[in-house]
């Protein structure tokens, strides 16, 4: 079995061997293949002896993709473990304005994808790395934004911390999905612009609650900031609490009539905007269309079951 494990702060001990640039470019991210292989990769290599992680970085970004252009950011240390091995790596994000012709014969394709490949050289690897930098550029858009800090039992600490730096053990911050239901058993989803984290991929409303907020407050508010639409507080309740490992994701459901004429779009936000059904979500998740929500499939049959109960109670 192999194991990756991300690390905010240096462990000891720490020898980084690698360093692997999740590399977009156009909104889509570059990925290579091998002369000898048939499977895709995200640019990376071995660090060289003398060299630093960053300017290896800079060595292998330009060496596997023709990368003319860039900028390149720091997003966290790694361990992978498999075996009874480690290995340590650097990962980075690089944002690439122009791209040259390949330096070399080593890389025989340099593709752009919406979403990962199926056919990886490293499938229990790479996802990994990747969701790791999508999250990272989720916290670095608004990365002043502040939160309040809970512990884990979801008292209020009296703490604020700031969006875009790591979060310490054990606090938890508090966040909420918005899931928006129409008479038709629809769901409103958005799809993500091309600047953000999981670019092009469909989701619901939702996201971090702001210093002061409470749950319902965060729910409304990422509603009118993300969709541009008033959301009745009578219309909606809140169904469900997971407790992940940083955070508290309250999960809301609105049952509201929207005409998607009224949907405002926010730039560098959201894209396009659609109703979707339970099973429609379900095929987009599966095709990787759809951002990785966990437990999204336990979280559609109990929203789509309460419909269903609720009409069935309204019959009696």
């Not at 990769?41 to 290896?56: K, Y």
């Not at 596997?64 to 992978?80: I, K, N, P």
């Not at 800090?149 to 730096?165: E, K, L």
């Given at each position: 079995?192999?194991?990756?494990?991300?690390?905010?702060?240096?462990?000891?001990?720490?020898?980084?061997?690698?360093?692997?640039?999740?590399?977009?470019?156009?909104?889509?991210?570059?990925?290579?293949?091998?002369?000898?292989?048939?499977?895709?990769?995200?640019?990376?290599?071995?660090?060289?002896?003398?060299?630093?992680?960053?300017?290896?970085?800079?060595?292998?970004?330009?060496?596997?993709?023709?990368?003319?252009?860039?900028?390149?950011?720091?997003?966290?240390?790694?361990?992978?473990?498999?075996?009874?091995?480690?290995?340590?790596?650097?990962?980075?994000?690089?944002?690439?304005?122009?791209?040259?012709?390949?330096?070399?014969?080593?890389?025989?394709?340099?593709?752009?994808?919406?979403?990962?490949?199926?056919?990886?050289?490293?499938?229990?690897?790479?996802?990994?790395?990747?969701?790791?930098?999508?999250?990272?550029?989720?916290?670095?858009?608004?990365?002043?934004?502040?939160?309040?800090?809970?512990?884990?039992?979801?008292?209020?600490?009296?703490?604020?911390?700031?969006?875009?730096?790591?979060?310490?053990?054990?606090?938890?911050?508090?966040?909420?999905?918005?899931?928006?239901?129409?008479?038709?058993?629809?769901?409103?989803?958005?799809?993500?612009?091309?600047?953000?984290?999981?670019?092009?991929l469909w989701e619901c409303t939702g996201g971090s609650a702001l210093a002061g907020d409470d749950s319902q407050q965060a729910a409304l508010r990422e509603a009118k900031e993300e969709i541009g639409i008033t959301l009745l507080p009578e219309?909606?309740?809140?169904?469900?609490?997971?407790?992940?490992?940083?955070?508290?994701?309250?999960?809301?459901?609105?049952?509201?009539?929207?005409?998607?004429?009224?949907?405002?779009?926010?730039?560098?936000?959201?894209?396009?905007?659609?109703?979707?059904?339970?099973?429609?979500?379900?095929?987009?998740?599966?095709?990787?269309?759809?951002?990785?929500l966990r437990n999204i499939e336990q979280l559609l049959a109990q929203l789509d079951g309460q419909r269903e109960r609720e009409m069935r109670g309204s019959q009696c």
């Amino acid at each position: 079995m192999t194991q990756v494990e991300f690390f905010d702060q240096e462990p000891p001990p720490f020898a980084p061997l690698f360093s692997v640039i999740a590399a977009r470019y156009r909104g889509e991210w570059l990925l290579v293949r091998q002369a000898a292989r048939g499977t895709w990769e995200i640019p990376g290599g071995h660090i060289e002896p003398g060299e630093t992680p960053l300017a290896a970085a800079e060595r292998e970004l330009y060496e596997e993709t023709g990368a003319a252009e860039f900028t390149l950011d720091f997003v966290s240390r790694y361990r992978v473990m498999h075996a009874g091995e480690s290995k340590d790596g650097c990962l980075f994000f690089a944002e690439i304005q122009s791209l040259g012709a390949l330096p070399g014969c080593e890389i025989a394709e340099c593709c752009s994808f919406a979403v990962l490949p199926e056919k990886l050289t490293y499938p229990q690897i790479q996802p990994q790395l990747h969701h790791r930098v999508q999250a990272w550029l989720n916290l670095q858009s608004n990365a002043d934004e502040r939160w309040d800090v809970y512990d884990s039992a979801r008292r209020p600490t009296g703490r604020t911390h700031r969006r875009g730096d790591p979060l310490p053990a054990g606090d938890y911050h508090l966040t909420v999905q918005v899931w928006l239901q129409n008479g038709a058993g629809d769901f409103l989803i958005t799809k993500r612009s091309a600047n953000k984290g999981f670019p092009h991929l469909w989701e619901c409303t939702g996201g971090s609650a702001l210093a002061g907020d409470d749950s319902q407050q965060a729910a409304l508010r990422e509603a009118k900031e993300e969709i541009g639409i008033t959301l009745l507080p009578e219309n909606g309740r809140r169904c469900l609490t997971h407790k992940f490992a940083d955070s508290f994701c309250d999960i809301w459901l609105f049952r509201q009539e929207i005409d998607l004429a009224e949907v405002v779009l926010q730039p560098d936000e959201t894209c396009d905007v659609q109703w979707a059904s339970p099973a429609e979500i379900r095929a987009l998740w599966q095709a990787g269309l759809f951002v990785p929500l966990r437990n999204i499939e336990q979280l559609l049959a109990q929203l789509d079951g309460q419909r269903e109960r609720e009409m069935r109670g309204s019959q009696c």
